[in-house]
């Protein structure tokens, strides 16, 4: 074609071309093609030039907050709660278990929770030492931080009551029915901060493999879940049932 620049290309090749590009920074075709039309060298350095500018690669502020997430953690772990401390307000705060028990396949669940977990790691790792490019809109780190952050706070809160948690699904004599602070809303609080946690992550650094450890998060939160709770019937009976009826398992008034 007369005029025509004999570096653009046309047809399938531009859309090979442009489908590469786009997967590459993790940027829409529609952008693309909206605001660069055909594909040439120039217009493959200018898209990458001002995709960076927009926003660059997720870098290591997301392993920043993940530090925070599990820094606050351990702290709240660590010095809560204290006998006596905290007022235990309510008729079944104070349901001890009379025998010890256990979770069917509580190990087998908690090696789940594992395999999400190292599904997250793996592909933060990916995204950060790989140095891609995931934009969304100009604010999503900080967005994502107020997620992590409203896990976190989350788990610290159920932290300082919850006198005995485990980390499998295991009661002891004397075990203790925690029903006050966030176990008023939620039964499980730990897990929805989990479950936060991976979501802001999914947020921060939107690839394919960090969004399918959210959803491998929420799973075995859930099925983790269904078992402790189980558990806790058996454990407390008629004090359990009482507080099921009047709370949710992760989102209050919703499920």
């Known amino acids: 074609m007369p005029g025509a620049s004999p570096t653009?290309?046309?047809g399938a090749s531009t859309r090979a071309h442009d489908s590469r590009l786009a997967n590459r920074h993790f940027l829409?075709?529609?952008?693309?093609?909206k605001k660069y039309g055909a594909c040439s060298p120039e217009w493959e350095r200018t898209i990458g030039a001002e995709f960076v500018r927009f926003t660059p690669s997720a870098g290591l502020g997301v392993y920043a907050a993940h530090t925070g997430f599990w820094a606050a953690f351990v702290v709240a772990r660590l010095t809560g709660p204290v006998q006596g401390r905290i007022d235990q307000r309510g008729n079944d705060a104070t349901a001890l278990a009379s025998r010890q028990d256990s979770a069917a396949h509580s190990g087998a669940l908690v090696a789940a929770h594992?395999?999400?977990f190292a599904v997250l790691y793996a592909g933060l790792g990916v995204a950060v030492f790989g140095r891609y490019s995931v934009a969304l809109f100009r604010s999503q780190p900080i967005a994502a931080l107020t997620v992590i952050g409203s896990g976190a706070a989350l788990c610290c809160w159920a932290l300082l009551y919850f006198r005995s948690w485990r980390l499998r699904a295991v009661v002891s004599v004397g075990h203790e029915l925690a029903t006050t602070g966030p176990f008023r809303l939620l039964?499980?609080?730990?897990?929805?901060?989990?479950?936060?946690?991976?979501?802001g992550s999914a947020l921060w650094v939107p690839t394919p493999m960090v969004c399918l450890?959210?959803?491998?998060?929420?799973?075995?939160?859930?099925?983790?879940a269904r078992a402790e709770e189980s558990l806790l019937l058996r454990t407390y009976g008629s004090a359990y049932e009482r507080y099921c009826a009047r709370t949710c398992r992760f989102l209050p008034r919703l499920y």
Do not use: E, K, Q, W
Request: include cysteine.
């Open 8 to 10: 653009l290309r046309t």
């Open 28 to 33: 829409p075709l529609a952008i693309v093609h």
């Open 114 to 116: 594992g395999v999400a």
């Open 187 to 199: 039964r499980h609080p730990i897990y929805m901060g989990l479950n936060l946690l991976a979501l």
């Open 213 to 224: 450890s959210f959803v491998l998060m929420c799973v075995a939160g859930d099925l983790r």
